[in-house]
């Protein structure tokens, strides 16, 4: 007889984002009355740029000709983009990272998704509370939650964010419990929230001390604005010996519908002596044979000058837009973080916030995310993502301001 994966059957309601869509649909489908104005998921509205695209055409174009065509590529991607990555994401900023330690996947959601796979079923998991969903529903599938209870998995372990720590719990709030692998994200999605380099010291010396492995999703480095604010754990003097990054494209360069993300697993991560490279690299080569080259090309020209000027300007662009969903939500009342080195806006609105979100959905015909979808710590909370065309961000908060001034 054939038995289901039973733990599948402890995850709870749908993904986010897909429950967002689902209401979003109904909410069209009753004839909504208005251009709907998606602040919800963060997908870029702006196109590649124009450097991007030349290279992403001169890819293709390679493809039809029998003299410069590609078939299988190297799993771990090509050498042209990790070497461009490892010189200018990391050597530039002091990090010791090489080219043959970065895994170029479609995305950071999928490897953040599936490095669970390497570690043992009993591992103790640690992760932020808001949170990405991703990094509790595949350790729920995995089998390491718990049952859930209360409106949380009993065996995981939930650092939480509140104002008061400003998102962005350190090694502390684990109290007496152990965790094998923590989950960090700065700057961090939902919250906005950053992580200093005296916090990531912390963390980064409490993995070493205590042997655990942190998971540091940096989807979201691009957007910090200020130097004092580290972009990569790597930053941290012993942190390639402890913690595995994941970046992407997505974000960054627009690459949200063109899929291209990389992960970084040092050599020097030792686990009960294994190499976690070593392991990680058999993975990938089972289960993907890469990226498609033209994406490759693509995303390697972010890294020329044209890309790196196009790039930095499109992240200003939403960054703008940043401000002025901070600015509208504080005059109408609200508390606000994030929004400053990242492209989410955190907003206490007290209220229940699929209620929020449904209010704003149903009379402002916008959409945002409720922040109850990225935990129990987001109950109370809505994010406004600054993912969208200037005129549709100030068309949106000005509707999001009727209604909260009624
Ligand atoms: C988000 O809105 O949280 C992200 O777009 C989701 C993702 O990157 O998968």
New binding site residues.
Partial sequence: MIKLNSHYQKLQSGY??VEIARRVAAHIERGAGRELIKL????VTRPLSPAIIQAFHDGVNEQAEAKTFHGYGPEQGYAFLREAIAEYDFKRRGCPISADEIFISD???CDTGNIQELFAADVRVAVPDPV?P?YVDTNVMAGRSGAWKDGRYSALIYLEGRPENSFAPGPETLGAESADLVYLCFPN??TGAIASRELLSRWVEWALKNKALLLFDA?YEAFISSEEIPRSIYEIPGADTCAVEFR?F??TAGF?GTRCAFTVVPKAISIGGASLHSLWNRRHATKTNGVCYPVQKAAAAVYSPQGQRETKESISYYMANARLIRKAMQEAGFQVWGGKHSP?VWIKTGEDSWSTFDTLLQKADVVV?PGSGFGRMGEGFI?I?AFNNRDKVEEALERIQKIFSA
């Fill in positions: 986010l984002f919800g998921i963060g997908d995305g950071a959601k990405y991703v999605n939902p989807a992407s997505s974000k949200t989410y995310t994010r993502s």
